[in-house]
């Protein structure tokens, strides 16, 4: 198993298949399509800030740089150095962007506070780090008035979101674009299948269910020289302060489409089960390894999500979205996307109704929007449904955790600050094992 996987891990997209779809994006920029940089205006330069130099944030500065090319990567940040170099490593190796890196030595920032000097000098930034960090990060990112990519999670507990709800104000106000990395929001299909949901062709919404079942993840061994500080940021999946557990951070793709079916209308309720049931020695944290949870709506609709990371058992990530004229089905592995009852609709591995339809790379188009909207002026703001979205996952983790029935306004009012004492390399103990029914709701 691959720690750096940068895709949702468990599908079949990898980051290699992002870097030569990259690749395959920059061929076909040269003929005038896709990332063509149709909108880079003259030859003006946007400078841009990776921080969090590891899977996902190497293929979002690839992404970053296809999507215009205009774009150079000015700075990177990373609290561990090996990271920023890895990562530099790779791009450099993409010929279709080398070109492209203007990132010396003396602009890769390192360490807990490497990001402000990374935001001080670029444009544009992409925040990738570990999930705990987003809020801080995108905080310090808006108020500097800079132009955003922010992956997903963005916050991993409740003052995490509210915060994040704030500094998404702040980029409406100041008309910066924020981008999120909610993938399947920008994956055309899926664009396709939702929309005709929200148009009314399966008629009302009555229920929703939707699965994240993987195989575990990897595990890196503990050096000598590591800190407790040091191993659990290298380990951060297992750590619900950093991940916000794997609901949080993995499963929130499928908690997403739940809002997205509902048209991002927030559920008022949670229940949820959840443990840990083979993911039980203390190199897997306090993390849980499996979670069910029932969202209830106002208008009485339930979405049911589960999530699971075990080895040897079904995976499994498909959405039904169940309404009184009919029933979507949404593979995003497969990928299969069908409308059935009143209206039929297929979509199967690039053929639409049976005729062959081009589709572009997901984390591609994320890019080509923002630089498109960057350069034409444009303020495009993702940011109130990421919050929201992550915080739905926030709710179900809260519940699974508490065993209580937790509403949508208490978990919004949540005082659980998951922070550490302070971002230091030292010792750091890890919290037990939530126990539903004797873990408080805080
Ligand atoms: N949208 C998607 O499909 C998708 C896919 C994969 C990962 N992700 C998300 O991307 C993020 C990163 O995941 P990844 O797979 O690249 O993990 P990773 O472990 O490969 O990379 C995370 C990097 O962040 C660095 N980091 C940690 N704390 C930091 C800090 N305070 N400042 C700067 N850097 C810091 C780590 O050292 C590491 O290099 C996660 O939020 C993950 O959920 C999204």
Known sequence: MNINNESPRGIHINRRDVIAAGAGLAATAALGGIGSGAHVQGSDILKVGLVGCGGRGTGAAGQALTADRGARLYAMADVFPDRIEGSYNELIKNEHIAGQLDCPPERRFTGFEGYKKLIEVCDVVLLCSTPHFRPIHLRAAVEAGKQIFCEKPCAVDAPGIRSVLESAEIARKKKINLVSGFCWRYHEPDREVFGRIHDGQIGKITALHTRYLTGGLGLRARQP??????????????????????????????????????????????????GRQVRTGPEFGHV?????????????????????????????????????????????????????????????????????????????????????????????????????SCMMAILGRMAAYTGKRITWEQAMNSKEDLSPPKYEFGPLAVPSVALPGRTPFV
Not at 231 to 236: A, E, L
Not at 255 to 270: G, L, S
Not at 314 to 340: C, H, M, Q, R, Y
């Open 225 to 274: 020289e590591w800190s407790d500080m040091e191993y659990q940021i290298r380990n951060w999946y297992y750590y619900t302060w950093l991940s916000g557990d794997h609901i949080v951070e993995q499963a929130v793709h499928s908690i997403n489409k739940i809002a997205w079916a509902m048209k991002d209308v927030m559920p008022i309720a949670a229940t949820a089960v959840g």
């Open 288 to 388: 849980f390894d499996h979670f069910g949870v029932v969202y209830e709506y106002a208008d009485g609709v339930r979405a049911f999500h589960d999530c699971r990371q075990i080895e040897g058992c079904f995976n499994d990530n498909t959405d039904f979205v169940i309404g009184t004229k009919g029933t979507a089905f949404i593979n995003s592995w497969g990928p299969t996307l069908v409308i059935e009852g009143e209206k039929k609709w297929h979509w199967e591995a690039g053929r639409v109704d049976d005729k062959p339809v081009p589709v572009r790379d997901m984390y591609q188009v994320e890019h080509d929007e923002l630089f498109a909207s960057i350069r034409k002026g444009g303020a495009m703001n993702d940011g109130v449904w990421l919050a929201n």
